[in-house]
Nanobody, 126 residues
Framework: VQLQESGPGLVKPSQTLSLTCTVS??????????WNWIRQPPGKELEWMGA???????????SYADSVKGRFVMTRDYVKSAVYLQMSNLKAEDTAVYSC???????????????WGQGTQVTVSS
């Protein structure tokens, strides 16, 4: 399985961000994986944002309840074999490298995930 993130790179505050994690060498319909979104702000540790599975069930990080509550949504598209992260009302503190990762087991521990994308830089600035 190979994962590749893509996104706009630079977005302005209050805008909506849409990121795509494209899955290759495999299909999200045939693989019973958990697809995770993670971000790493500059100078900070990895932050697990949440995961979506093949049934469409979504698992959000409770530690994000205050800072991102209601601002991001994860979805998946079987036809395009892709997983998406959409985040609204962006703020400067959302600047980070955003990555997707996958594994057959659910975990919010990044060391447990087998497959990773390379990550994509998102900068929120006017």
């Amino acid at each position: 399985v190979q994962l590749q993130e893509s996104g706009p790179g630079l977005v302005k505050p209050s805008q909506t961000l849409s990121l795509t994690c494209t899955v290759s060498r495999g299909s999200i319909t045939s693989l019973n994986y958990y697809w995770n979104w993670i971000r790493q702000p500059p100078g900070k540790e990895l932050e697990w944002m949440g995961a979506i599975d093949n049934s469409g069930s979504i698992y959000y990080s409770t530690s994000y309840a205050d800072s991102v509550k209601g601002r991001f949504v994860m979805t998946r598209d079987y036809v395009k074999s892709a997983v998406y992260l959409q985040m609204s009302n962006l703020k400067a503190e959302d600047t980070a490298v955003y990555s997707c990762a996958a594994d057959l087991k659910f975990s919010n521990d990044s060391s447990a995930w087998r497959y990773w994308g390379q990550g994509t830089q998102v900068t929120v600035s006017s």
